[in-house]
T-cell receptor, first 112, second 113 residues
Framework: QKEVEQNSGPLSVPEGAIASLNCTYS??????FFWYRQYSGKSPELIMF????GDKEDGRFTAQLNKASQYVSLLIRDSQPSDSATYLC????????????FGRGTSLIVHP | DAGVIQSPRHEVTEMGQEVTLRCKPI?????LFWYRQTMMRGLELLIY????????DSGMPEDRFSAKMPNASFSTLKIQPSEPRDSAVYFC???????????FGQGTRLTVV
């Protein structure tokens, strides 16, 4: 079992809809969780991080964490075509330095 | 700040040749990561340095791969000899110690023919 699992997609949503991206992880002691966005041919860039159970909102983005169920999700409200990208979930290993382990990413397509 | 700088952006080499990838982290960052990204395996950590010292190299695939960080502003990843299966995009990233965010360079697209 891979440490961080994501559905590869593509997830296709219409413009203006809510896009929901999910990620599960295997290490129950994981402490920090990150969402990166990667446009085709570009490098990953951080868009959200979350440490505590519950929701964290930043503009159109909401990260949700449920440590008991070992999943983290990213909601994108009012999706725009410019949100079309691959979204990578990253998890910090327990008990050590900051070493993020990445999922393989979910491809999101927002169509007009 | 110029961000993390990697060179070259693209590298095409023949099987068996030595390849050296270079990275300049963001000034003041003391954590540096080398990742490899392929369609099949996604983004994989190769090696992690903290204060120029290799802390975790468990992701280095085999002895053909080596990485150095002689000072806080420069790191190299060397593949010798290179093989076609090494073809991938190699990313360097840096972060402040204890900081939450890793900043990525633009990557080096390596093609071994």
């Amino acid at each position: 079992q891979k440490e961080v699992e994501q559905n590869s997609g593509p997830l296709s949503v219409p413009e203006g809809a809510i896009a929901s991206l999910n990620c599960t992880y295997s290490d129950r002691g994981s402490q920090s969780f990150f969402w990166y966005r990667q446009y085709s041919g570009k490098s990953p860039e951080l868009i959200m991080f979350i440490y505590s159970n519950g929701d964290k909102e930043d503009g159109r983005f909401t990260a949700q964490l449920n440590k008991a169920s070992q999943y983290v999700s990213l909601l994108i409200r009012d999706s725009q075509p410019s949100d079309s990208a691959t979204y990578l979930c990253a998890v910090k290993r327990a008990g050590g330095s900051y070493i993020p382990t990445f999922g393989r990413g979910t491809s999101l397509i927002v169509h007009p | 700040d110029a961000g993390v700088i990697q060179s070259p952006r693209h590298e095409v080499t023949e099987m068996g040749q030595e390849v050296t990838l270079r990275c300049k982290p963001i000034s003041g960052h003391n954590s540096l990561f080398w990742y490899r990204q392929t369609m099949m395996r996604g983004l994989e950590l190769l090696i992690y340095f903290n204060n120029n010292v290799p802390i975790d190299d468990s992701g280095m695939p085999e002895d053909r791969f080596s990485a150095k960080m002689p000072n806080a502003s420069f790191s190299t990843l060397k593949i010798q000899p290179s093989e076609p299966r090494d073809s991938a995009v190699y990313f360097c990233a840096s972060s402040l110690h204890g900081n939450t965010e890793a900043f990525f360079g633009q990557g080096t697209r390596l093609t071994v023919v």
